[in-house]
Each structure stands twice: as structure tokens, then as C-alpha cells.
């Protein structure tokens, strides 16, 4: 008997488990963007990691299905944002694409998918690397099971894949959280 799961079956596990927590909780991010993706880093080498991470199939979402990146932009420029997580993201990146550039002479972006695993678990094995792949995992499930007033699950395509059937009223872009959290402060400021 096989005890290995694999990256989609363990996500697909926690985020049936997360689906049962509000949405609200899940996901601490700012107002929607778009999720294109610039050809410039960081935000290149995090789309194509978030790919790697949670690829589409033909019967699930993947990343830039669910608009992770523009998810993860959101959550990265909101009011509320850790800086110091921030920095940590984007110092990830050229981590990356360092041990990319000494194990094969490419940056992330330009690797097989194959190397792209191999970097990543090399990556993985340090706690550095183990935090920030963690944190990039925790934003994919949030992109999944977010609002998509936030940013990502464009259309509930993460709550249809899993079944999920979300809270109601949904809010609107008045009632976003940090929306919310800047009226009452103000309130209180008076």
C-alpha cells in the first residue's frame, strides 16, 4: 500500500476541510485586480510557481484558473498587509531563482517541470524555504476559497469544484473587510 499523497490530493483535502470555515476568515485581502501577469519578476516566478503548485487538470481548477496571482497581489498591497511577509515573498523569489541559476543555469521560469520540482524541494528542505512555500499554499486555498470580491475564485470556480455552497448575502465591494475595518475606525475617531 502506497501511504504518499500527492500535492493535489493534499490540497484538495484541506481545502474540502477549509470550505467549512466563513470565507470571510479564510481570506484577509484587498479589492479584486486583474490577474495578469507581467513579464518581470517577482510576480512572473510566482505565477509559474503557483502553477507548479496547483496546476489544472481536466476535472480541478489550477492556479491561474482560480487568479492566484491577482489574489496574492491583493492580499500583498492591502491596508492591513504584514510587511515583513511581503518582503519575505518577494525575497523568496530570487532565493528561487538562485538555486535555480546554480543547479541549471535558468531562472525558475525558464525550467521543465521536472527541474522546477527539483529546485522546489531543494528549497523546501531548508525552513526558510519550507515557510515560504508553506505561505504561497495558504494563498492558493485562500484564492480557491475566497470571496471573489477579493481577488481570486473568479465565479465561485472554487467553490463549484469542491461543492461548497458559500454564505449568503455574498458582500459587495462595500463591504469588503478592510472596508469595514476603516469605516469603524474612522467612526471611533470622531
Known sequence: MNNYMDRRTFITLVASISAT???SLLSQSAAASANSIPSNDPWHTLASVQEHLFPATEHSPGANDI????????????PDADEEER???????????????????AVF???????????????EQSQAGER????????LI???L???VYGGNPDGIGWKWLEHQPGFPLPGTDKMYYKINSQ????TKS
Open 184 to 187: 469603524t475606525f474612522n467612526r
Open 142 to 144: 485562500e484564492a480557491l
Open 132 to 139: 515560504w512555500l508553506s505561505i504561497l499554499l495558504t494563498y
Open 87 to 105: 518582503n519575505f515573498i518577494h525575497n523568496g523569489v530570487n532565493w528561487l531563482n538562485d538555486m535555480a541559476r546554480k543547479n541549471h543555469n
Open 21 to 23: 470555515y466563513p470565507a
Open 109 to 123: 521560469t525558464q525550467l521543465n517541470e521536472t527541474n522546477k520540482e527539483k529546485v522546489l524541494r531543494q528549497i
Open 67 to 78: 487568479q492566484a496571482l491577482g489574489f496574492l497581489k491583493n492580499m500583498l498591497n492591502a
Open 146 to 148: 475566497s470571496d471573489p
